[in-house]
């Protein structure tokens, strides 16, 4: 979760650009943020006609980054350095800016951190997650899930398939093959909308959705495949792996794998803490 910081519990989706050594922040989050605007879009629009030289130079302060969205999906949004984000601070009148001039510093100084000592990056997310309220077993979980998805893509990237979309389908082949549902179902099984799936998912659901992925990439790792057509037969098989471990879990206990819960409850998405609890 290191490209999502939280400022004041307030989350602002960011992204490093290796090149540059510079983090792009989400201009509408960071607008949102330190205005508390409930159409950050709009307030952006009016403090650009009020600050003609801002308007002028909005081509070279801000743009278009590729980041996640709230619905999981990756898509080109209005994005600054942090030396674009503080001219923007002086056309918002916030008793924020103080502070969170303070905080793009830090950001940046945590960064050097990481790439000196990458486990610091693990418990910045992990914390993240606490800060949330989620139980500890499931934070745990989560973050190992997010270093097999890595492991996943950067295979699928070898294999010639191109980020976005193509991605999407094969995350849905993948989905599909070992719940029976397409992301999309399985977010309204859980009453999501924009909110990502696997943070809303039960640890039961992270183990049967990392053993898909792991499946698939050590396939991957061995067939070859290329382009989009091979790899998603391949990761229909992998899927088709945790399929069958979710089946012989459901039979065993009686319970199912594929549950309504959400985030709301954060605290019952670790299952083995609640027999843990009862005992």
Known sequence: MSNIKLFQEQSIRATWNAEEEEWYFSVVDVVAVLTDSADPKQYIK????????????????????????????????????????????QSIPSPKAE?????????????????????KAILRGAEYYRMKGYPEGWINQRLRTIEIRKKLTDEWRASGVEEGKEYA?????????????SVQEYKEHKGLTKESLRDNMTDIELILTSLAEITTTRLSQREHPQGLAESRHVAKRGGAVARRAREDFETTTGESAISSLNAEEKQLLETTKKDDDQN
Do not use: H
């Not at 909005?58 to 674009?84: H, Y």
């Open 169 to 181: 389908i094969l995350t849905n082949d993948l989905m599909r093959a070992w719940s029976g549902l």
């Open 46 to 89: 009016k403090m650009r006609s009020r600050d003609k030289e801002l308007s002028d130079k909005w081509g070279t302060i801000c743009t278009p980054v590729e980041m996640t969205g709230l619905d999981g999906r990756r898509r080109k949004i209005q994005a600054a350095t942090a030396k674009g984000i503080l001219r923007l601070v």
């Open 99 to 119: 502070p969170f001039k303070m905080w793009l510093a830090q950001v940046g100084s945590e960064r050097m951190d990481e790439i000196a000592d990458p486990e």
